[in-house]
């Protein structure tokens, strides 16, 4: 089965950077969706960057848009997420997941689309 682990979260000041990465095991195929998530205490959860792996079209959420770039480097079933320029309000929970089942719509970054999820790892932005 497909199992997804994450890392490089940590804490830093505003306008520092991080890289998460997410490892994948058990890697069946290409899936239909990868995308990052986070939740922040007190809010739902929220989709921050997705990419569609067969053409590398990748999608932010507005409030992330020129400071956050997904990637994927498809020799080491990884998935990245380049965070710069952080700030106090990007401070989360953050979780990679897949989509192995539904399709067709990466660009929403939709949690109901996603059926395989990893652990999380934690990312603080202090000021």
């Known amino acids: 089965q497909v199992r997804l682990v994450e890392s490089g979260g940590g804490s830093v000041q505003a306008g520092g950077s991080l890289r998460l990465s997410c490892a994948a095991t058990?890697?069946?195929?290409?899936?239909?969706?990868m995308g990052w998530f986070r939740q922040a205490p007190g809010k739902e959860p929220e989709g921050v960057a997705a990419?569609?792996?067969?053409?590398?079209?990748?999608y932010n959420t507005g409030s992330v848009k020129g400071r956050f770039t997904i990637t994927q480097d498809n020799s080491k079933n990884t998935l990245y997420l380049q965070m710069n320029g952080l700030k106090p309000e990007d401070t989360a929970m953050y979780y990679c997941?897949?989509?192995?089942?539904?399709?067709?719509?990466?660009?929403?970054?939709?949690?109901?689309?996603?059926?395989?999820w990893g652990q999380g790892t934690q990312v603080t932005v202090s000021s």
């Open positions: 990419i569609y792996p067969r053409a590398g079209n990748t």
């Open positions: 058990g890697y069946t195929g290409r899936p239909y969706c």
């Open positions: 997941a897949a989509d192995y089942r539904v399709g067709g719509a990466c660009y929403s970054i939709s949690v109901p689309q996603y059926n395989i």
